[in-house]
């Protein structure tokens, strides 16, 4: 099987951009688990597939590292919108994506022809009613449950840096306690409206951001802080910014990037 590809990053998310438009991908999953794995193939948090739509300009399917279906991903979408502009594919500057969770309205700022930053009303955010209290290494930690788009955990810590996101991640995500394996985010309070992130995203273990855990970070903070201002979420691979609109959807804000394009061929043709 032979296709192009781009790989694209937004703070440190990575991932593998198809365009579908003209020949879609068979076994997708099998394909995402084969160029998502780092040092043997392409390497990336996930892949994400551009179809045409008969509801918005374009529609999205995204897939974790390990092959499993994502609803939603706040960064993969502004990188699909990046490689829209920039192909021609679609030139102007607010658009609409679709996603399994509906479609997502993008809006462009652009310097000399090319894209630098994206924003996307990621619609409205629900925060659930229930703490959910996890013992892990004989410390307790509580976690507030989120809906962006996708379905998140999130949990205030001491240390962000030095926490250990690897091994209570995959303890969390696999949980009997959610009604459905939750990303997971873990932060602190930095000062002011600032907060620093780091995630555990389901399929695809801990990655250096991610959009839609930012805003559920973003809301959990403002709502214990009582917040009404943007507030800048620092992840492993730069910053993200989150407002929050009067009718409750957020918004959220960050550079993309594109890495670099490429030929997948595996020499074989069974797909």
């Given at each position: 099987?032979?296709?192009e590809f781009?790989k694209?990053?937004?703070s440190g998310?990575?991932?593998?951009?198809?365009?579908?438009?003209?020949n879609?991908?068979?076994?997708?999953?099998?394909?995402?688990?084969?160029?998502?794995?780092?040092?043997?193939?392409?390497?990336?948090?996930g892949?994400?597939?551009v179809f045409?739509?008969e509801i918005?300009?374009?529609?999205i399917?995204?897939f974790n590292?390990?092959?499993?279906?994502?609803k939603?991903?706040g960064?993969?979408i502004?990188?699909v919108?990046?490689y829209?502009?920039?192909?021609?594919?679609?030139?102007?500057?607010?658009?609409?994506?679709?996603t399994?969770?509906?479609?997502?309205?993008?809006?462009?700022i652009?310097?000399?022809?090319?894209?630098?930053r994206v924003k996307?009303n990621?619609?409205p955010?629900?925060?659930?009613?229930y703490?959910?209290?996890?013992i892990?290494e004989n410390?307790?930690?509580?976690?507030r449950c989120?809906?962006?788009g996708n379905f998140?955990?999130?949990?205030?810590v001491?240390?962000v840096r030095?926490?250990?996101v690897?091994?209570i991640?995959?303890?969390?995500?696999?949980?009997?306690?959610?009604?459905?394996n939750p990303?997971?985010?873990?932060?602190?309070?930095?000062?002011?409206n600032?907060i620093e992130m780091r995630?555990w995203?389901?399929?695809s273990?801990?990655t250096?951001?991610?959009?839609?855990?930012?805003v559920?970070?973003?809301?959990?903070?403002?709502?214990e802080a009582?917040?009404s201002?943007p507030?800048t979420?620092?992840?492993?691979?730069?910053d993200?910014?989150?407002f929050f609109e009067?009718?409750?959807s957020?918004?959220?804000?960050g550079?993309?990037?594109t890495?670099y394009h490429?030929?997948?061929?595996?020499?074989e043709?069974?797909?």
């Amino acid at each position: 099987m032979r296709f192009e590809f781009i790989k694209i990053q937004c703070s440190g998310n990575d991932y593998i951009c198809v365009d579908c438009s003209e020949n879609a991908i068979a076994c997708p999953s099998e394909i995402a688990r084969r160029l998502c794995l780092r040092r043997f193939s392409v390497g990336a948090d996930g892949l994400v597939l551009v179809f045409p739509s008969e509801i918005a300009d374009a529609r999205i399917e995204i897939f974790n590292a390990d092959g499993s279906e994502a609803k939603m991903c706040g960064n993969a979408i502004r990188g699909v919108a990046k490689y829209l502009y920039e192909s021609g594919k679609i030139k102007k500057t607010e658009l609409s994506i679709e996603t399994v969770s509906g479609a997502k309205q993008l809006f462009l700022i652009t310097e000399r022809g090319r894209v630098d930053r994206v924003k996307i009303n990621m619609g409205p955010v629900k925060i659930l009613p229930y703490i959910k209290k996890i013992i892990f290494e004989n410390k307790e930690y509580f976690f507030r449950c989120v809906l962006t788009g996708n379905f998140h955990a999130v949990t205030f810590v001491g240390n962000v840096r030095d926490f250990p996101v690897e091994r209570i991640g995959s303890v969390v995500e696999n949980s009997s306690l959610f009604s459905e394996n939750p990303n997971v985010e873990f932060i602190r309070a930095s000062g002011g409206n600032e907060i620093e992130m780091r995630v555990w995203e389901k399929g695809s273990g801990e990655t250096y951001s991610c959009g839609t855990g930012a805003v559920a970070a973003a809301a959990v903070f403002s709502a214990e802080a009582g917040l009404s201002e943007p507030v800048t979420v620092h992840v492993r691979g730069g910053d993200l910014r989150v407002f929050f609109e009067k009718d409750g959807s957020a918004v959220l804000s960050g550079d993309v990037r594109t890495v670099y394009h490429g030929i997948y061929d595996d020499g074989e043709d069974r797909y």
